[in-house]
């Protein structure tokens, strides 16, 4: 993630809500981030063997303080007010765990479309259902569980069908707070992304099944 990470950086000390507690987990990185990482001395740097982004996302839930929560992976960028307004979305609706805005998908310079994201889907704003455009609330993983390290690229996905599943709020934000880049790398996420899927949505039709007390 080095060629993206200091601008994801910048995108965050620019947000227009300042109490924030930043931190970066390093999950087994070979590249230079750590060194960029060492230029912004107020981000704390914990750093783990690779074991993939749930795990890492939720090594940084665990090491963090706040109230809500809020992810970025190092290639996508907050627009300045992302955070102030799911705070205020959060703060003015008590029963929900969870918010998420509408992103925007942008090409790196000579990079083209990939397949699977439509011509309408790079031009418009899009339902930001990634970690980047997300925010919970700290008491939302006591109600729901952690992210599922057993999935490596649609671990956030399951946590939000879990959410759902079990009766709880989710708000959606019309505006657009993150920008969603693509680039090189992520054709391969994508593709294990699309395959857990599968798995995770055969999960949310048993629970629901269960729930129903269907056999």
């Given at each position: 993630?080095?060629?993206?990470?200091?601008?994801?950086?910048?995108?965050?000390?620019?947000?227009?809500?300042?109490?924030l507690?930043?931190?970066?987990?390093d999950?087994?990185?070979?590249?230079?981030?750590?060194?960029?990482?060492?230029?912004?001395?107020?981000?704390?740097?914990?750093?783990?063997?690779?074991?993939?982004?749930?795990?890492?996302?939720?090594v940084?839930?665990?090491?963090?303080?706040?109230?809500?929560?809020?992810?970025?992976?190092?290639?996508?960028?907050?627009?300045?007010?992302?955070?102030?307004?799911?705070?205020?979305?959060?703060?003015?609706?008590?029963?929900?765990?969870?918010?998420?805005?509408?992103?925007q998908?942008?090409?790196?310079?000579?990079?083209?479309?990939?397949?699977?994201?439509?011509?309408?889907?790079?031009?418009?704003?899009?339902?930001?259902?990634?970690?980047?455009?997300?925010?919970?609330?700290?008491?939302?993983?006591?109600?729901?569980?952690?992210?599922?390290?057993?999935?490596?690229?649609?671990?956030?996905?399951?946590?939000?069908?879990?959410?759902?599943?079990?009766?709880?709020?989710v708000?959606?934000?019309?505006?657009?707070?993150?920008?969603?880049?693509?680039?090189?790398?992520?054709?391969?996420y994508?593709?294990?992304?699309?395959?857990?899927?599968?798995?995770?949505?055969?999960?949310?039709?048993?629970?629901?099944?269960?729930?129903?007390?269907d056999?």
């Amino acid at each position: 993630g080095e060629e993206f990470l200091s601008q994801t950086l910048n995108s965050v000390l620019a947000q227009s809500w300042t109490s924030l507690e930043v931190v970066a987990v390093d999950d087994g990185s070979t590249d230079g981030s750590l060194d960029i990482l060492a230029r912004y001395p107020w981000v704390r740097v914990l750093r783990q063997c690779n074991a993939g982004p749930a795990a890492a996302r939720n090594v940084g839930v665990a090491a963090t303080t706040g109230e809500y929560i809020a992810f970025l992976d190092q290639d996508d960028l907050w627009e300045p007010g992302k955070t102030r307004a799911q705070v205020g979305a959060l703060a003015g609706d008590p029963a929900a765990v969870c918010v998420h805005s509408m992103q925007q998908y942008f090409l790196e310079p000579g990079v083209p479309r990939p397949p699977w994201l439509t011509e309408h889907q790079l031009h418009h704003p899009q339902p930001g259902m990634t970690p980047s455009a997300m925010m919970m609330r700290r008491s939302a993983f006591g109600l729901i569980g952690i992210f599922d390290e057993g999935l490596r690229a649609a671990s956030d996905t399951d946590w939000l069908f879990r959410a759902k599943d079990r009766g709880h709020t989710v708000i959606q934000l019309a505006t657009v707070a993150v920008r969603h880049r693509i680039h090189g790398q992520n054709q391969q996420y994508q593709s294990a992304a699309s395959e857990e899927l599968v798995q995770v949505v055969r999960r949310s039709i048993l629970r629901k099944r269960s729930a129903r007390g269907d056999r």
